[in-house]
């Protein structure tokens, strides 16, 4: 999973970066700042203390940061270029909206607005996306003055569409929040769309904020505490946040926050060798899990053994579980759940 970070200059949205991947940024650097953040399971934690495994692989999350924002960004002149580039091919986006007062760090509105800066990212998204409508209608103009009588319908339909799709844009109407049909969706996906992609706004907070209410769509981070508390031992680190009464880490609960926006659950597989969390889509067969370990495990696909993570919990051994029943063969078409520990059989 990749998550692309976004955001006003003076958002803090870097420091946001360096406190939940621990990287620190290179100042002096342009390119763009690549960080992975390990997602802590605490089921993994209880599977290694059963299998005492030689490798533990948590699951992790890619967070990537472009440089300082562009300068046309916040100024209605899109995202383009080699930042745009990045951010079509991220899974989701993070907006991070300054809620802060540092008068040392002036606002680029000179006032903290959250409701504003938050309009403003999402406008710049949604010119993006109408840039690239309008060259792809341009293009099938084109196409369409020498085009052969059996190919105008196809592209006097694409046109309509893209046509219905740039005027709901031009209405402030994000790509995921327009109905569009199945064969427009089909097209518009293929463009790999900002406004179209899961988007969770992140609030960089002040430290006398840090009990500010979070909502389905945004979380509150302290950035500059979160990334001091980062530098930490961890049993310092609990002490302050325990203190502080703060009962969840920034980074924990963006990715918590990633997981549920992109519908995303684990399953484990488990063994003296590793214990490792892998990570899939809600509504995942089996034989779909299999092919995120190896293709060739899908490919020969026979059978898969299945037990839920508090039934291992409680049989503490696979040859107990296997004597209660607990762990069954399922078929390919078996929909994983959330914390199943599969061991998947298959032809060689």
């Known amino acids: 999973m990749e998550i692309g970070l976004i955001g006003l200059p003076q958002s803090g949205k870097t420091t946001v970066f360096e406190a939940i991947t621990h990287t620190l940024k290179d100042k002096s650097s342009k390119n763009t700042n690549i960080g992975i953040s390990r997602v802590e399971d605490p089921r993994i934690d209880e599977l290694v203390a059963l299998f005492d495994p030689k490798k533990i692989s948590k699951a992790e999350v890619t967070f990537v940061d472009i440089p300082t924002s562009p300068e046309s960004l916040g100024k209605s002149q899109s995202i383009s270029g080699e930042y745009l580039n990045i951010l079509q091919r991220m899974d989701a986006l993070v907006e991070v909206i300054r809620y802060f007062d540092n008068p040392a760090v002036p606002h680029i509105f000179e006032t903290i607005d959250i409701k ?3 309009k403003t990212l999402k406008e710049e998204l949604i010119f993006s996306d ?16 020498g085009a052969r009588n059996d190919k105008k319908e196809s592209i006097i339909k694409e046109i309509d569409q893209l ?3 740039k005027e709901n844009l031009e209405n402030n109407i994000p790509i ?7 064969d427009t969706a089909e097209i518009v996906w293929n463009f790999q769309l900002l406004s179209a992609k899961p988007l969770l706004s992140v609030l960089n907070i002040d430290e006398d904020k840090i009990n500010h209410e979070d909502s389905q769509d945004t979380i509150s981070i302290c950035a500059q505490l979160e990334k001091e508390l980062a530098e930490m031992p961890e049993e310092d680190q609990l002490m302050f946040r325990e203190s502080l009464g703060i009962e969840e880490s920034g980074k924990n ?3 918590d926050k990633s997981y549920a926006l992109l519908n995303l659950i684990s399953f484990f597989t488990v063994g003296p060798d590793e214990v490792k969390a892998w990570t899939i889509t809600q509504g995942m067969s089996a034989l779909e899990a299999a092919g ?5 495990i899908q490919k020969g696909f026979i059978k898969a053994e299945v037990i839920g993570y508090q039934n291992m919990i409680e049989s503490k051994k696979m040859a107990e579980a296997k004597k209660l029943g607990l762990l069954r063969l399922e078929g390919k078409e078996y929909l994983m759940n959330d914390g199943d520990i599969a061991h998947f059989m298959f032809n060689k």
Do not use: P
């Open 163 to 165: 046509t219905n799709v």
């Open 253 to 255: 609960k963006l990715i």
């Open 176 to 182: 995921k929040d327009q109905d569009l049909d199945k």
């Open 130 to 145: 109408l840039t690239i409508i309008d060259k792809r209608i341009e293009r099938l103009n084109s196409e369409l003055k």
């Open 116 to 118: 504003r800066d938050s």
């Open 292 to 296: 995120q370990i190896h293709s060739d």
